[in-house]
């Protein structure tokens, strides 16, 4: 079959006719799995302070504290799902055989005692039972402001299928007269810094003996560690830094460790609390900052501290033949596969995500600190990015899924010497108890009356349910928030015939001989709209070629001819449109791939069946 240009050179970016077989595995590489944005809800979860115990279920008789349908529906997590699928990634875990599990933040929903205290449970018991070493760092969700936050949501689901608000402080939201009495429970604040530490201080947050190296930013020892000078430098009084022209002290809970021989891993907290413009004067005042979701931004202008602590890091491990990687919550490269200044073109400033995108200064900084690999979050997007400085230095920049979202999954690195790293990226569709809140989104679902697809609750596995979820998050928030310009009406309620034919003043018969294959039915292309394609561009912007088995692969034939099509119209809109669809399939190995760090270099392997 006779193929468009851009189609062939596209293709042949994709796993399925781009690989290598991955060679024979070392006798005992260390292995290391990611688990991003987990975001924790207790959907089992049993209030210190309330007889409240959430609504029945009548699937299993038992009671759950869960958020509405709609609300999950409207979020770029899902709240209640995520509880069975990280446990079922924890499981998969224990098949492999893998002893290093690190969550590089938002491991909690938004670190309410409720939740820290019901994943500190489950981390305790894979760590007693098979023997599994965790470590974490912080992302924004966990502490959402530095210090601890009066806080609770509106959108718990109650009886008869109606919101249910559950606040830690009464008078906190104004409710209306029709709605459900609020639940009042301190278990539901957001928690900071040092409550969050407390309780998960096993899981690297403090050096523990068997430890074969631990220190912080501002610990003084390199040469002289010892178990008792770590400690010491463990305090969070001596983890500090001033944030901000007001010099207010805020905690910084970035730390180096050495779980295993010659293994060091870098955990950078990047969270950035900005100071407000009117300070309470009260120490400790969450109220006195902002949320910290811009992420490495503010590194640059706030924490410059931590580049200089990663090149002394950098080096050090150079020196004493250790392998690094760095991780935080944060990316450090363009997560959109470069394809950011299109999206800002064509939507406006600080659509799509695009306030979170790195400025190319951090890769630099980082990359000249001596950072080569760093794995991150925050942004429930599977993605490679990698940048090459002009002084030579690549940092290879691994974006780990969500369990929260699509395509949910999580990574595992493969150590197989100083040099070769090899990415493995585990897809969890099949979940066991995905579906064993549906009765209680029924209820929902008769409640509200329509609105939301119901055909949600009709999926086979936990895959299709959160390729649903993504479906619903596009129809009811980014397009009324994202696509709402006249180009963007245009484009969703199109057909792909009337997309094809856009600023053409020739006939069909001409187009047909200008784009050749078999034959160019332009039939077919009327069998889906602007809407479709959009769909499934959001599927190759979240889970980059992994996307590909869910897209219909004569329809992705008819996208690419589409993009190339418009790529060369003069409307500037839709002209952008077409050469980021293009784009977004152009990106880096984000699969299955091996790295090179003496030679910079990518390649990509064979998908793991």
């Known amino acids: 079959m006779n193929k468009p240009l851009a189609y062939i050179s596209v293709i042949l970016l994709l796993p399925l006719l781009a690989c290598t077989e991955t060679r024979t595995a070392d006798q005992n590489p260390v292995q290391i799995a990611f688990m991003a944005d987990v975001h924790l809800q207790d959907i089992y979860g049993e209030f210190t302070d309330t007889d409240y115990r959430g609504v029945l279920n009548p699937k299993t008789g038992r009671h759950n504290t869960i958020r509405t349908m709609e609300a999950q529906l409207k979020s770029t997590r899902l709240f209640n799902e995520n509880y069975f699928a990280f446990l079922a990634a924890l499981d998969d875990v224990v098949k492999r055989n893998i002893k290093l599990v690190v969550l590089p933040g938002d491991f909690s929903d938004d670190g309410q005692p409720l939740n820290i205290r019901a994943l500190r449970k489950i981390l305790d018991q894979y760590s007693k039972q098979h023997g599994i070493t965790f470590l974490a760092t912080t992302g924004n969700h966990d502490p959402v402001r530095p210090f601890t936050k009066e806080a609770g949501k509106k959108d718990f689901l109650g009886i008869k299928g109606m919101p249910q608000a559950i606040i830690s402080k009464a008078g906190l939201y104004e409710l209306g007269a029709d709605q459900l009495s609020p639940i009042i429970s301190t278990d ?226 493969t150590i197989h010497s100083e040099k070769e790293i090899e990415v493995e990226t585990v897809v969890m569709d099949e979940v066991m108890g995905f579906d064993e809140l549906f009765p209680l989104y029924q209820m929902e679902w008769d409640y509200l009356k329509q609105i939301w697809k119901r055909d949600i609750l009709k999926v086979n596995n936990y895959g299709e349910f959160t390729e649903w979820h993504l479906k619903e998050l596009v129809r009811m928030r980014f397009i009324p928030q994202d696509w709402n310009s006249d180009f963007a009406k245009a484009l969703l309620h199109s057909t792909g015939k009337e997309l094809l034919l856009r600023g053409r003043k020739d006939s069909q018969k001409s187009m047909a001989q200008e784009l050749p294959g078999d034959s160019l039915n332009l039939k077919s292309f009327e069998e889906w709209t602007g809407f479709d394609m959009l769909i499934d561009f959001y599927r190759l912007r979240n889970a980059d070629e992994l996307a590909l088995k869910d897209i219909d692969e004569n329809r992705m034939d008819q996208y690419i001819r589409l993009a190339t099509h418009m790529s060369g119209i003069e409307d500037v809109s839709f002209n952008t449109w077409g050469q980021l669809f293009l784009k977004t399939l152009q990106g880096q190995p984000a699969d299955h791939f091996r790295i090179a760090l003496d030679a910079g270099t990518i390649e990509r392997l064979s998908p793991i069946q």
Not at 371 to 384: E, K
């Open 188 to 413: 539901i604040k957001n928690w900071g810094y040092a409550e969050i530490l407390q309780e998960l201080r096993a899981f690297g947050f403090f050096p523990q003996e068997d430890f074969l190296y631990w220190e912080t930013p501002f610990s003084k020892y390199n040469d002289t560690y010892s178990f008792e000078a770590a400690q010491e430098a463990s305090l969070l009084e001596n983890r500090k830094y001033a944030n901000g022209e007001a010099g207010l002290l805020v905690p910084d809970v970035s730390y180096l460790i050495e779980p295993v021989e010659d293994v060091w891993l870098l955990a950078l907290d990047a969270n950035v609390y900005l100071p407000k413009d009117r300070l309470s004067g009260i120490n400790g005042n969450p109220d006195d900052f902002g949320g910290a979701s811009v992420g490495y931004n503010n590194v640059l202008t706030h924490k410059k501290y931590l580049i200089s602590w990663a090149k002394n890091v950098s080096q050090r491990a150079k020196k004493q033949g250790k392998t690094l990687i760095a991780f935080s919550h944060y990316p450090m490269v363009d997560f959109n596969d470069d394809a950011s200044g299109m999206m800002e073109n064509l939507l406006g400033e600080g659509k799509m995500q695009l306030q979170r995108v790195p400025r190319e200064e951090v890769a630099t900084a980082f990359a000249d600190a001596g950072i080569q690999i760093h794995v991150g979050g925050h942004v429930h997007i599977n993605d490679t990015g990698i940048r090459t400085t002009e002084n030579g230095n690549t940092l290879f920049n691994i974006q780990v899924p969500s369990l929260a979202a699509y395509m949910p999954g999580y990574k595992i690195l």
